[in-house]
């Protein structure tokens, strides 16, 4: 029996409004842990599923059915390893809120399971493991949550590859987490509907935009880019309290604000970390004042990746 080997994934923000399945970027704030330890037999088992979150029952132990689980078993059948997986999963991103918890379980799992391997891989190539395990929660392989938490920062991420991309150090995140539940599904089910293509260039125009701020280093471009014309006005009817939470940062110098993932999770960027930690409560303030307690994390958006957690 191998020695156990612990990883944590940290939370993510994805599509960054305007690159919907594309765009996202780590959270320095909630995080999943998981241990993994290699099993002589090949198969992987899930042993336990812990934390203080609600809803962990819903979450299956089964491997097959589980994000974690999943990527595992892809991983070692495409690497047709010899040996198989134990994992167990301390759960600390809530369920259903837009964080990227179901990919930061599969995240954390591959990064922990890696490092047990003879020759581990490079962190890229874990990618489309990744890929694998998230398909199982929201029934599509969209990497604009797993790309960040395997890479760091600001990634730009396609069916092929994750990118990380430049990002300037000032940059800085608040996430407001109400104590809502919007599953994923139920948030990509408003977005049904075909768009027009006058709204489909718009949303073009801006990306290029943001892209080319990050880019540059420049707050004007990224603040004219960072609107989402598509995705945000048919997901904020599902969400209480949205739009009192994204006046509060506009109204407090936020270069943009939108919806975290399928929310209910609401992020703005800020040019300096006082400003968002100046903000924070003001955002927060809004979820309260729509009946819903909710927790500001602010983090830098150049945040840090997934990564093994140093034996005591």
């Given at each position: 029996?191998?020695?156990?080997?612990?990883?944590?994934?940290?939370?993510s923000?994805?599509?960054i409004g305007?690159?919907?399945?594309?765009?996202?970027h780590a959270?320095?704030g909630?995080?999943?842990?998981a241990?993994?330890?290699?099993?002589?037999?090949r198969?992987?088992?899930?042993?336990?599923?812990?934390?203080?979150?609600?809803g962990?029952?819903r979450?299956?132990?089964?491997a097959?059915?589980?994000?974690?689980?999943?990527?595992?078993?892809?991983?070692?059948?495409?690497?047709?390893?010899?040996?198989?997986?134990?994992?167990?999963?301390h759960?600390g991103?809530?369920?259903g809120?837009?964080?990227?918890?179901?990919a930061?379980?599969c995240?954390?799992?591959?990064?922990?399971?890696?490092?047990?391997?003879?020759?581990p891989?490079?962190?890229?190539?874990?990618?489309?493991?990744?890929?694998?395990g998230?398909s199982?929660?929201s029934?599509?392989r969209?990497?604009?949550?797993v790309a960040?938490m395997?890479?760091?920062?600001?990634?730009?991420?396609?069916?092929?590859?994750?990118?990380?991309l430049?990002?300037?150090?000032?940059?800085?995140?608040?996430?407001?987490h109400?104590?809502?539940?919007?599953?994923?599904?139920?948030?990509?089910?408003?977005?049904a509907?075909p768009?027009?293509?006058?709204?489909?260039?718009?949303q073009?125009?801006?990306?290029?935009?943001?892209?080319l701020?990050l880019?540059?280093?420049?707050?004007?471009?990224?603040r004219?880019?960072l609107h989402?014309?598509?995705v945000?006005?048919?997901r904020?009817?599902?969400?209480?309290?949205?739009?009192?939470?994204?006046a509060a940062?506009l109204?407090?110098?936020?270069?943009?604000?939108?919806?975290?993932?399928?929310?209910?999770?609401?992020?703005a960027?800020?040019?300096?970390r006082?400003?968002?930690?100046?903000?924070?409560?003001a955002?927060?303030q809004g979820?309260?004042?729509a009946?819903?307690?909710?927790?500001a994390?602010?983090?830098p958006?150049?945040?840090p990746?997934a990564?093994?957690?140093a034996?005591d």
């Amino acid at each position: 029996m191998s020695v156990p080997i612990s990883a944590f994934a940290p939370a993510s923000v994805g599509n960054i409004g305007v690159g919907f399945d594309l765009l996202g970027h780590a959270v320095d704030g909630p995080r999943d842990v998981a241990t993994v330890r290699r099993l002589d037999a090949r198969e992987v088992r899930i042993e336990a599923i812990e934390g203080d979150i609600p809803g962990l029952e819903r979450l299956p132990l089964e491997a097959a059915r589980n994000t974690a689980g999943g990527a595992l078993i892809a991983l070692r059948q495409r690497l047709d390893l010899p040996f198989g997986f134990a994992l167990s999963l301390h759960k600390g991103i809530p369920l259903g809120s837009g964080l990227g918890g179901s990919a930061a379980s599969c995240v954390a799992a591959l990064v922990a399971a890696n490092a047990l391997l003879d020759a581990p891989l490079p962190r890229e190539a874990l990618y489309e493991f990744a890929l694998d395990g998230e398909s199982i929660s929201s029934g599509s392989r969209h990497g604009d949550n797993v790309a960040p938490m395997l890479l760091g920062g600001v990634t730009l991420a396609t069916q092929q590859r994750a990118l990380r991309l430049d990002v300037p150090a000032w940059l800085h995140a608040v996430v407001v987490h109400p104590d809502q539940v919007l599953e994923t599904r139920r948030s990509r089910a408003a977005l049904a509907e075909p768009y027009p293509l006058h709204a489909l260039v718009e949303q073009t125009t801006h990306l290029a935009q943001f892209l080319l701020g990050l880019q540059r280093g420049d707050a004007d471009l990224i603040r004219d880019g960072l609107h989402d014309v598509l995705v945000e006005p048919r997901r904020a009817p599902l969400i209480p309290g949205f739009a009192a939470v994204k006046a509060a940062a506009l109204d407090n110098d936020a270069l943009g604000a939108s919806i975290s993932g399928g929310g209910p999770s609401v992020f703005a960027w800020f040019a300096s970390r006082a400003a968002a930690e100046h903000a924070a409560p003001a955002m927060r303030q809004g979820f309260v004042d729509a009946g819903f307690d909710a927790r500001a994390y602010v983090s830098p958006v150049d945040a840090p990746r997934a990564e093994v957690i140093a034996a005591d």
